[in-house]
Every structure is written in structure tokens, then in C-alpha cells.
């Protein structure tokens, strides 16, 4: 499946906010981001996704509930994401 450029811009981010030692085009969109068997982000790291998502895409998650559900993976962030515009426009 062809990348959308939200999902590309989205992991460039990732990677650069997080100081990650992968590259953008190495995250996959279904890898899990916190937990076993996952790109081992901390809360620390959800912390600065949560800023980095609000700050470059107006997105504000505002409760640990939500985080949880939205910053499982690259594909759930998206998917938020693309919500989120929708419901902007």
C-alpha cells in the first residue's frame, strides 16, 4: 500500500521529535509504539508525541484514555489525524 505524505510527514516527525535510532522510512504504520515487542517509546516519548502532535497538527489529545488508544501505532495516530482535518474543514 502507497504511503499518504500525512503518514510520511508524520513518522519524519516521529523520528526527529524522539531522537529515534531508526529512520522515517523504517517505521512501519502497523508497529507498535509502547509495550512488548514495540518500538519501546516511554512516557517520556508520549509526552513529546502528544506536544509534537498539537504542535504541528492542532491536535490535542487530552486524556491518558485517548493517548492510549491514538499513539498505539503510526496507522492510529493517521487515522486520528486524518479525523481530526476532517472535522476542521
Same mark, same amino acid.
Given at each position: ?23 522515517? =522510512? ?8 509502547? &509495550?512488548?515487542? +514495540?518500538?519501546? $517509546?516511554?512516557?517520556?516519548? %508520549?509526552? #513529546? ?15 491518558? =484514555? ?8 503510526? &496507522?492510529?495516530? +493517521?487515522?486520528? $489525524?486524518?479525523?481530526?482535518? %476532517?472535522? #476542521?474543514?
Amino acid at each position: 500500500m502507497m504511503n499518504s505524505p500525512l503518514r510520511e510527514r508524520l513518522k519524519v516527525l516521529m523520528v526527529e521529535t524522539l531522537m529515534l535510532q531508526t529512520t522515517a =522510512a523504517e517505521l512501519s504504520d502497523e508497529q507498535t509504539l509502547f &509495550g512488548p515487542d +514495540s518500538l519501546g $517509546l516511554d512516557s517520556v516519548d %508520549a509526552l #513529546q508525541l502528544v506536544v509534537m502532535l498539537d504542535k504541528n497538527f492542532g491536535l490535542k489529545i487530552s486524556d491518558s =484514555a485517548a493517548a492510549k488508544v491514538i499513539l498505539q501505532s503510526v &496507522g492510529t495516530i +493517521s487515522d486520528a $489525524l486524518e479525523k481530526h482535518q %476532517a472535522g #476542521q474543514a
